[in-house]
């Protein structure tokens, strides 16, 4: 298979398994081929205002995982984890969700570095069954 080919196939893969579903006029959701570690699909939502858009996950990604057994409590070895991951994606804890601030010119950079960053986030519960374990 040819470079052209391989990006190609790729762009057709990632069209076919990305949706965006308009759930109100300046709401979108996007559900995503990649997996959180219970292997459901990850969705993210797009809110849009005149001049800038926040991507977040409504809360999930948090829930799930004190679901599971992490805390997220001040100045705990979680939290630092955490703040590590945002901070290096640029994201942020708003309430309950993990957000990122963008314009619309930059959404499709910052929709792959805002997964990145849930994928991340999401490994914290890889971790915590590693120490356990050890």
């Given at each position: 298979?040819?470079?052209?080919?391989?990006?190609?196939s790729c762009?057709?893969?990632?069209?076919?398994?990305?949706?965006?579903?308009?759930?109100?006029?300046?709401?979108?959701?996007?559900?995503?081929?990649?997996?959180?570690?219970?292997?459901?699909?990850?969705?993210?939502?797009?809110?849009?205002?005149?001049?800038?858009?926040?991507?977040?996950?409504?809360?999930?990604?948090?829930?799930?995982?004190?679901?599971?057994?992490?805390?997220?409590?001040?100045?705990?070895?979680?939290?630092?984890?955490?703040?590590l991951i945002?901070?290096?994606?640029?994201?942020?804890?708003?309430?309950?969700?993990?957000?990122?601030?963008?314009?619309?010119?930059?959404?499709?950079?910052?929709?792959q570095r805002?997964?990145?960053?849930?994928?991340?986030?999401?490994?914290?519960?890889?971790?915590?069954?590693?120490?356990?374990?050890?």
């Open positions: 298979m040819k470079a052209n080919e391989m990006k190609h762009l057709k893969w990632l069209e076919n398994n990305e949706k965006y579903t308009s759930l109100s006029s300046n709401l979108i959701q996007i559900d995503t081929p990649f997996l959180d570690p219970s292997r459901d699909y990850i969705t993210i939502y797009v809110e849009s205002s005149e001049h800038d858009m926040t991507l977040t996950d409504d809360g999930w990604t948090l829930d799930y995982l004190e679901t599971h057994g992490l805390t997220f409590k001040k100045g705990s070895k979680e939290t630092k984890m955490l703040e945002l901070k290096k994606f640029n994201l942020i804890k708003e309430d309950d969700s993990i957000q990122l601030k963008t314009q619309a010119a930059n959404f499709p950079v910052d929709k805002y997964l990145q960053g849930l994928l991340q986030v999401n490994d914290l519960l890889l971790l915590k069954e590693c120490v356990k374990k050890a």
